[in-house]
């Protein structure tokens, strides 16, 4: 359904950005044990085999090799009412750290030995369900692996008019929804307001501060390099960048931010959050949406948390699938920033299943540049 208001909101002619194409990255080693492991590299699959990543261990720091291994399996078969995809693109989110982690968390965490959990967007290879036939392009639940088997209905089936990887980035549910959810329907920023966002060269927060543009705030970004600082002042518009890493965040705050913050996007919590605290105006808004700061490390307190009480502040944390009914409307605002041209977005493409492991990291070393998916 939200595949034929796509192709009317973005006409095949609208300029969309190209995705990146890096060189590919291999697997360092292989772990032996549990189903066949692989003996030697193989970016690409096997006729006949479903390569799946699987959970062996809860990592404890970054994610490293022998915390998952890749198996051969048989590819499944369908059966009634069922479908055979065969992914093309694995989305790679920060929350891969959280699913692996048997933290509280908001859906339930990958046990040990099962399939690694992904987003993934593939093609129909057989179908035994009406409303889909082979060769059609579907989202799902796919999984790091190479086939899965679904319900029908519980796929959804993609426009071709755009890229297949932008259903993945600004018009999929966990990049696209999040960042119009987090920005319009929490921040609410209206024109004259300060809007900061952290995170903000990456996928949601580089969409999350144009949507703030388009709004009419003066928006502050926290990236941590100058080469993203760059990207997102002078690519994007941004009114103001700070480095989280070099800069001395309170100083520079009070400097980009000389009225006091209204809104604020939080993909990170850690240091910047509690600069951020610091600064907030009475009755001002926060989003929380991710804590990236914390996925590889224990918990931490925060502090200036008093601030929340003293300047009267709303904070929400949010899950972006809990707001589908907001996607149609998601699409529509984001459609027509990238047709006008206000809003612009990267995919960073790696190469190959088998990397796996070193793409995740590439999450909490800042070395994605967009949008990270892992061609299959
Ligand atoms: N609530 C939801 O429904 C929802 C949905 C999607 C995503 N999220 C959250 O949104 C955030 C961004 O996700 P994304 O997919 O758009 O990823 P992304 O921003 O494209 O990539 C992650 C970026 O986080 C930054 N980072 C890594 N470690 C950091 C640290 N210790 N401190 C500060 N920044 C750090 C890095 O950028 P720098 O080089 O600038 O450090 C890295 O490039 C994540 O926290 C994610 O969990 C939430």
Known sequence: MYA?????????????????????????????????????LRVYATAGVN?????????EGSVHTGDLELTDAPIPTPGDGEVLVRNTYVSIDPTHRIWMSD???????????EVMRAITVGVV?????????????VGGLGNCQDYYVSEGAGLDKKTT???VQDHLNVFGVVIGLTAFYGTMKICQPKAGETFVVTGAAGAVGSLAGQLA??????????VGSQEKADYITKELGFDGAINYKTDDLDEKLKELA???????????????????LLQLNNNSRIALCGLINQYNTDKVGVKNYDMLLMRRVTLRGFICLDHIE?????????????AEGKIKYKTDVQEGLPNYIDVVNMLFDGSNDGKLVLKV
């Open 4 to 40: 034929s208001n796509l192709a009317r909101i973005v006409p095949q002619n609208c300029k969309l950005s190209k995705p990146r194409e890096r060189s590919q990255r291999y697997s360092r080693t292989c772990p032996q044990g549990g189903r066949r492991a692989h003996q030697s």
């Open 51 to 59: 390569r799946q990543w699987i959970l062996k261990k809860r990592p």
């Open 103 to 113: 933290m509280p968390q908001y859906m339930p965490c990958v046990e040990l030995g």
């Open 125 to 137: 290879e057989e179908s035994n369900f009406d409303g889909l036939e082979k060769g059609d392009i």
């Open 161 to 163: 008019s755009v890229p």
């Open 213 to 222: 543009k388009m709004a009419g705030a003066r928006v502050i970004g926290a």
């Open 258 to 276: 000389p009225d006091g913050v209204d809104c604020f996007f939080d993909n990170t919590a850690g240091p910047m959050l509690e600069a951020v």
């Open 326 to 338: 907001y996607f149609g409307e998601a699409l529509e605002m984001l459609g027509a920033g990238v």
